[in-house]
């Protein structure tokens, strides 16, 4: 099995949409804000981060500052046919793509849909998936259900001519009978990964005829990251780094879930400057959270989804379901730091702002 597969099958077990919580009592010293104010910021270098981020009390909301998507400069358009290889889950496929006119892009973060926009190609969608949120896309109609079901004649009403997905959001045999009704279906690897951020590109690019642009806008974006990460790291007050989970909640279901090594949450501790102790810990994948995982791990700060968090209550309904949070630093300071959920684990061209946006909230969420 592909291991776009594997992180799929783990995180559409856990894709509920999930909108700030409120503080835990108790909290004293300095307090945070929330939410982090979006519009026009200074540059990460300006901000005046505390000396030591665990002085910081409170719950505290990440928000990007701009949340479109711009399209990559140049003058790119799909040349088609073309012949491209598509990673079904029996193995890679030759996929001949006569027509990009009608676009159907779908996957559990969202993130084919912003990088067919970072193509310039945002027009050309036709549906959405719940977690395609970017300005533009409002009015487009909705094909899944239910989370992230989706229904053939759905998408057949769409009329579409060109259906890429990761095989994150299924099932699959659904999305299979789109190609025996004759529509072009390209599977993509997608991995929660900044690598993989680039690697979509290329393969969303080579989809639509667009290879050229596709390579350009995978380095467009890796460098972007790069440069945030690089700009991370130098706000990031030297000594031991603060101690990070991030947590899955679902507060109508009773689900809490640590998200450990290969979701993307390992990934996007370590740019932050953390420590991500689900993986210390040796969780991979996703693990229903337990107390003594929990209380092992030591978490100083929790990574949560908005909408999860105002799900069980905020953070002291959180802690009043689970005594075991307020037993770990991050809960006996209520240090949680929350963003929308079709965001904060979206890899895609706005990953770099997701980073800052973490960033801010994390270090300065007064600033």
């Not at 990007?64 to 073309?82: F, R």
């Not at 045999?173 to 599977?187: K, N, P, T, W, Y």
Request: with cysteine.
């Amino acid at each position: 099995m592909h291991s776009r597969h594997r992180v799929a099958a783990a995180l559409t077990a856990f894709a509920a949409l999930l909108v700030t919580g409120c503080s835990a009592a108790g909290a004293t010293e300095q307090p945070s804000t929330a939410p982090v104010s979006s519009g026009p910021v200074a540059p990460l270098a300006e901000v005046d981060v505390p000396a030591d981020p665990r002085s910081i009390v409170g719950p505290s909301t990440a928000v990007l500052a701009d949340t479109a998507i711009p399209a990559i400069d140049g003058d790119w358009s799909p040349e088609l046919p073309a012949t491209v290889t598509s990673r079904d889950r029996g193995g890679d496929r030759e996929v001949v793509v006569e027509r990009a006119d009608r676009i159907v892009a779908m996957d559990i973060a969202g993130s084919i849909a912003s990088t067919l926009a970072g193509l310039g190609l945002a027009d050309r969608l036709v549906g959405r998936d719940v977690s395609t949120t970017f300005p533009g896309t409002e009015a487009l109609p909705v094909i899944t259900s239910n989370g992230h079901t989706v229904n053939s004649e759905a998408i057949l009403a769409l009329r579409p001519d060109l259906v890429i997905t990761d095989g994150s959001i299924g099932p699959l045999d659904v999305v299979e009978q789109l190609r025996d009704a004759g529509i072009a279906v390209v599977f993509v690897e997608n991995l929660s990964s900044f690598e993989g951020v680039a690697e979509l590109a290329r393969q969303v690019g080579a989809a639509v005829g667009m290879t050229e642009a596709g390579e350009a806008l995978a380095t467009q974006l890796s460098a972007s990251i790069d440069a945030k990460i690089a700009e991370i790291r130098s706000i990031v007050p030297p000594g031991d780094p603060l101690r990070m989970a991030f947590l899955y909640l679902r507060g109508s279901a009773g689900v809490y879930y640590l998200f450990g090594r290969g979701t993307g949450a390992d990934a996007l501790i370590e740019a932050l400057g953390g420590i991500d102790v689900a993986a210390e810990i040796g969780i991979e994948g996703t693990k229903p959270m337990t107390d003594e995982a929990l209380i092992a791990a030591q978490p100083e700060l929790l990574l949560v989804m908005t909408e999860g968090l105002e799900s069980v209550g905020g953070v002291e309904g959180l802690i009043a379901a689970q005594p075991a949070v307020g037993l770990t630093p991050a809960g006996e300071r209520a240090r949680f730091v929350d963003m929308a959920d079709a965001e904060i684990l979206s890899f895609g061209p706005r990953t770099a702002a997701v980073l800052d946006a973490l960033a801010r909230a994390i270090y300065a969420p007064a600033g």
